[in-house]
């Protein structure tokens, strides 16, 4: 054999490796950025057996959980790179604090006292029946500089496969018990119980004005409360533009607010934290 061979296959052989770690790079990569890979989220045998016993659930309500594998597709773009065209990011630097499943009037005034204590704006995605039940912490709420989200009437985890007009039914009435309860606040965010995503529930909350709102950072604070984990999780995992999934309803969460005495001021020395636009954020943007 020649050199030149010798040197021609060398170079293949470079270029093989470098391709192959290119590859592997990549890999790791897009599992470091999609939390939902993270194994916790695959972990739990069910959600029955999630919930710790003693815990009250609100009537009607369910823990979030997360998307079967293969929902939707990603990415789309910065924003708009959650399943279906939802969004998964806030698509710029600034975290987005979330609180799911209230307003509960044991511990959304909590929460909201710690918001204001770091002058923090976050989005709160309420429980329709809840709204209804506690319209004056809903306008609080809104009265308070934070984003309203709709997050169904009863926390149905499977609204996303029923008839349009259940669907439209349904987001719809939650939307109303909002308004009512805080006129003139737009409610322009819908996030479905469980993050269970379909085309057609996407479909009718944009139909009604509402770009749908996934999530980036799940510290799973339902399924064990413990504050410190609620923590670790959330300051190690967040990063910028990350939407952050935490729950001021549907269960205790007291360990929920004694984690938010550790988070909020990490978070607000390492990033800028805001509520989602209300109403700025067309969702013709999000087709
Ligand atoms: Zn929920």
């Given at each position: 054999m020649t050199s030149a061979h010798n040197a021609r296959i060398l170079m293949i052989a470079v270029l093989a490796a470098i391709t192959i770690m290119a590859s592997a790079y990549t890999w790791k990569s897009g599992s470091v950025s999609n939390s939902r890979k993270h194994p916790l989220a695959w972990s739990f045998p069910s959600q029955a057996a999630a919930v710790p016993p003693g815990i009250p659930r609100a009537p009607g309500t369910q823990p979030d959980r997360a998307r079967p594998p293969g929902a939707g597709k990603l990415p789309l773009g910065p924003g708009t790179d959650g399943p279906f065209g939802s969004r998964r990011t806030t698509g710029g630097p600034t975290v987005a604090l979330t609180f799911d499943d209230g307003p509960d009037p044991r511990y959304t005034p909590q929460m909201l006292a710690l918001l204001r204590r770091y002058q923090i704006k976050a989005t709160f995605c309420m429980i329709g029946a809840n709204a209804q039940a506690y319209p004056s912490l809903v306008r609080q709420i809104a009265a308070e500089g934070h984003t309203l989200c709709n997050h169904s009437w009863s926390h149905d985890l499977t609204l996303g496969s029923r008839s349009q007009t259940e669907i439209q039914t349904d987001l719809a009435r939650t939307s109303a018990a909002i308004r009512a309860a805080a006129?003139?606040?737009?409610?322009s965010y819908y996030r479905q119980p469980g993050g269970n995503w379909t085309a057609a529930v996407v479909a009718e909350a944009h139909n009604l004005g509402m770009t749908s709102l996934d999530w980036?950072?799940?510290?799973?604070d339902w399924e064990k409360p413990v504050a410190a984990n609620i923590a670790a999780l959330v300051t190690t995992e967040t990063a910028s533009g990350s939407i952050v999934l935490m729950h001021d309803?549907?269960?205790?969460r007291t360990e929920t607010v004694t984690a938010l005495h550790v988070i909020l001021p990490d978070l607000t020395q390492r990033f800028q934290l805001g509520a989602l636009p209300p109403g700025t954020d067309s969702p013709q943007q999000h087709n």
């Open positions: 006129p003139g606040f737009p409610v980036a950072v799940d510290p799973r309803g549907g269960g205790v």
